[in-house]
């Protein structure tokens, strides 16, 4: 670690060397003060043994026991370890220790305050300094070839990690009876006899549900206020749709869709998933969602966890649908059973809240007439 020194001067000799062990009172470099540096006692900057960090660095002349602080936060390395591999900024910590001095207890309280919900202040970026990835010579075992990552992927990468970060996911697994939809919607594209008219998916029901579960439960369709004391309702229904492009997962966003029916979004949505792979969406077609909607069906899969996509609260995940032996109580029969998956921000949204909305989706799905109450 780096010992900050009260001392401005030059390094004449050092006492030291790396690797060193040190205690406190030790000299461990001579120093010619400036002269227009006020003559005093050799001091010393904040350590503790074993100093791990080069010599050279160091410009003070002895380690106190209790020395000062010269920075914002005054902590001991094992305490500045702790809080690393926490995750801690130790500016936000509250120290209670002698002479303002940082105590682990004071680390793990912070913690533990943003953990229950006590401080709902939004984390900072960069409060983590998480320590980098290690990485390798590669080439070193065996034939490697390097690929630039995409221009969607470079800009959405920090995106994706700040969500996964900074928004305390839970995912909440369920799954829907869609067999009658599926007959439906199979009738709907039969009469459908319009050639310029794309195909209805599963996909455009799912939105019809997913707006009016919205409805029910609002709390879905809000962010949290950036000071993290107010919920933001919103009070109409832009559902952003994931779609995979040759060059990356871009969210264009269906405006209004509670205002839309169901032939005028299969529409829509055939028109953004279109210019999305083509790389011709524009900058305000993928802004103002509300919730999100991520669909593996066409791949394959059974659930996954969609990182919820801030400041949205919540995103559902979609697999793929497949038919199983259903029990109705007198024998078994076979259904489509489509699997889904909830995440949502933990910090608005609370477990039993997330059921609820699930099992409402659900019943949504195996009976859209709902829809209509």
Request: charged content about 25%; proline content about 8%.
């Amino acid at each position: 670690m780096d010992v900050p020194s009260p001392l401005s001067g030059i390094i004449k000799e050092m006492k030291v060397s790396e690797g060193d062990n040190v205690n406190a009172g030790d000299i461990i470099a001579l120093a010619e003060v400036s002269e227009e540096v006020e003559k005093a006692p050799r001091a010393s900057a904040p350590a503790q043994a074993p100093a791990p960090a080069p010599a050279p660095k160091i410009e003070a002349a002895t380690l106190e026991s209790t020395p000062e602080t010269t920075g914002n936060y005054h902590a001991t390395p094992s305490v500045r370890s702790l809080a690393r591999e926490l995750g801690v900024d130790l500016s936000r910590v509250r120290a209670t220790g002698p002479k303002g001095r940082i105590t682990r207890e004071d680390v793990s309280s912070l913690v533990k305050n943003v953990m229950n919900g006590s401080i709902n202040a939004p984390v900072p970026a960069g409060t983590f300094n998480l320590p980098p990835i290690p990485t390798a010579d590669f080439a070193a075992f065996g034939e490697i070839e390097t690929e630039e990552l995409s221009r969607i992927k470079r800009l959405s990468g920090p995106h994706l990690h700040r969500n996964w970060i900074g928004v305390p996911h839970v995912t909440q697994f369920d799954e829907a009876d869609i067999t009658d939809l599926e007959a439906f919607r199979k009738d709907l594209n039969a009469e459908n006899t319009r050639g310029d008219r794309p195909k209805i998916s599963p996909l455009i029901f799912i939105i019809k549900a997913v707006v009016q579960a919205l409805k029910i439960y609002p709390d879905f369709n809000s962010s949290l206020a950036s000071d993290g004391t107010s919920l933001i309702r919103k009070k109409y229904y832009h559902i952003g749709i994931a779609v995979d492009t040759p060059g990356g997962l871009v969210v264009p966003v269906i405006k209004d869709a509670d205002k839309k029916g169901v032939l005028e979004l299969a529409e829509v949505l055939s028109d953004l998933s279109s210019r999305a792979r083509e790389g011709k969406l524009k900058g305000d077609e993928m802004k103002g969602g509300t919730f999100s909607i991520s669909s593996l069906g066409g791949i394959g899969g059974t659930y996954f966890t969609p990182i919820v996509n801030a400041p949205e609260v919540a995103i559902l995940g979609l697999s793929r649908s497949a038919m199983k032996p259903v029990w109705n109580g007198n024998d078994f029969k076979p259904r489509l059973i489509l699997p889904f998956s909830l995440s949502y921000d933990h910090r608005v949204i609370d477990g039993a809240s997330g059921a609820r909305f699930t099992s409402y989706l659900s019943k949504l799905l195996g009976d859209l007439r709902r829809a209509l109450l």
